[in-house]
């Protein structure tokens, strides 16, 4: 009944995987209004990081609440915002990310990044790169290619977007002709020579304010550039006065292992952005950069009505706290090479003659793309998921899985995430 009544009255453009109505949450498995029990292995894309319902979440937002609710930031500090800033300060994958902005949401992170590099450097274009996905706004649409579905009908979109290639090499036509001579690093090279040609046929340096990248692409199929290739555009951006801005609103928080997944490239971006595990399921987001650049914005140019809300921000501070109690970031590495070691070792032995898979990813955001797949196979691993009552998401135009499990998900947990998704893909095999 509350499916139909929701079908019936809640927008038609919002797609979803399921037609669940969850009544709670705890641990890494939901509970519908039916009383059926779910193993979740997406954490709503990539927010719970410690897990539905955490206990420490729970009391300090229900402390909070009590205390005040909302403080709007144009009028008054609020205690809990700079109690945060001051537990994420010395988290940043450098000293020099010492200011922040607090927001709601992803979308308005980004764009408050791109705000923020508009008015340091006085310039205006942004270069994004082919299989992005940075939001729903309008400008953030523009800066999304992942999909088409998200910016189809909404043109005309903000102008000053340009797109760049990304080194997504098991797609890339040379690699699949010649893996060995066209690797991953020789497609991070020529992603580098492609995006300096950019710079003098489409968007010059002098008009170009920032280059938005992810660390680690989410909608666009969970790959991660070689090193080489993050390095590399640090130190084009080094070389034309261009900002880098690293999107880290589903890569960040703990869930490759390091509280930032630009940390794994040994490259500091000029502004870094954040949302989704920040507060484990509160509405919270928020950019970091040099103190320097926010500096050169004038008072009362950012803002917003519920920016950095008090709640969403104790929220954040437990989150964080969490973090350092249960130790978070080793059990997700721990639970990565239980995940990659299985999936390595079973997932081949249940595939077909002609379809390969390729497991990748950092901690536990974890992509698992079956290459030669039909169309519609990921779709068919994740109905059959469905069926054994656990929940996994597809990405990208290809035939991929991701999963994106608590950080603290068990070892016992983890066995038996694999044992699903394993014998899932058996299933979908057989409907072939």
Known sequence: MLAQFGKQHIAKGISRSTELVIRKAKGAYVYTVEGEKYFDLTTGIGVVNTGHSHPTVIKAVQEQAE?????????????????????LKPRMPSPSLDTFFLWNSGSEAVEAAVKLARHATKKQNVIVFQGSYHGRTFGTMAMTTSKTIYSAGFEPL??????????????WSAHKAD??????????????????????????????????????????????PPKLFMQG?????????????????????????????????DVTPDILVMAKGIASGYPLSGIASRKELFDL?????????????????????????V?????????????????FAAFKSELPRVLPEGIKVDVRGLGLMIGIEFLGAPEGFANAVMSEAFKLKTLILT????????LIPPLNITK????????????????????L
């Open 67 to 87: 205390r005040v609710a909302h403080v709007q930031v144009n009028i008054a500090f609020h205690e809990p915002m700079i109690r945060l800033i001051e537990k």
């Open 158 to 171: 903000m102008p000053g977007v340009f797109v760049a290639p990304f080194p997504y090499y098991q797609q």
């Open 179 to 224: 893996p060995v001579k066209f690797d991953a690093d020789w497609c991070a090279l020529e992603a580098l020579r492609q995006l300096e040609i950019l710079l003098m046929q489409q968007s010059a340096p002098r008009d170009t304010a920032a280059m938005v990248i992810e660390p680690c692409q989410g909608e666009g199929g969970y790959v991660f």
């Open 233 to 265: 555009l640090r130190d084009i951006c080094d070389r034309n006065d261009i900002l880098l801005v690293a999107d880290e609103v589903q890569s960040g928080f703990g869930r490759t292992g390091k509280m930032f997944a630009i940390e794994h490239f």
């Open 297 to 321: 914005q004038p008072p009362g140019s950012m803002g917003g009505t519920y920016a950095g809300n008090a709640v969403a921000c104790a929220a954040a501070s437990a989150t964080l706290d």
């Open 323 to 339: 973090f350092d109690q249960e130790k978070l970031l080793d059990n997700c590495q721990e639970r990565s090479k239980q995940f």
């Open 395 to 402: 990405t990208s135009i290809y035939q991929t899985l991701r």
């Open 412 to 431: 016992e947990e983890t066995d038996l995430a694999v044992e699903r998704v394993v014998q899932s893909v058996k299933a979908a095999v057989a409907r």
